[in-house]
């Protein structure tokens, strides 16, 4: 589960989010080639609909099971922003999910072999 709070703007920017899906993505190949964020965006089966925060209003949703992405801020007079606060909760027994040494194995992609963790980074504790 993810909850999104918003906490300034200095301008409605919309976040999209798809139907429930089923994850991992049973049909992950099918973005596989070319501009595959494209092709998730405008996949009429994904029925993606689009939810605008104010500045104290949160949204919550399974980021593991439903595809979202903003667009760019849109651009206007001065400094564009957005301030956000995420919370991600992780549910237990889902451990191996937060280390990147695991991931290139779980989610089939081989490129992710040489995915680290940041310096200093602390371990997630899922639970």
Request: aromatic share 14%; hydrophobic share 40%; with cysteine.
């Amino acid at each position: 589960m993810d909850v999104d709070l918003g906490v300034g703007q200095s301008t409605p920017w919309p976040i999209y989010f798809s139907q429930v899906c089923p994850w991992p993505e049973s049909a992950s190949d099918t973005w596989r080639d070319g501009d595959w964020e494209e092709q998730i965006k405008r996949s009429p089966s994904l029925r993606f609909t689009s939810y605008t925060l104010e500045p104290g209003q949160v949204v919550v949703f399974s980021g593991s099971s439903q595809w979202h992405y903003r667009d760019a801020i849109p651009a206007g007079p001065g400094r564009q922003f957005a301030e956000l606060l995420f919370f991600h909760f992780v549910p237990k027994g889902s451990a191996a999910l937060l280390r990147p040494e695991n991931w290139a194995r779980l989610f089939g992609v081989p490129e992710l072999r040489s995915a680290r963790p940041a310096a200093n980074a602390e371990r997630p504790v899922a639970g």
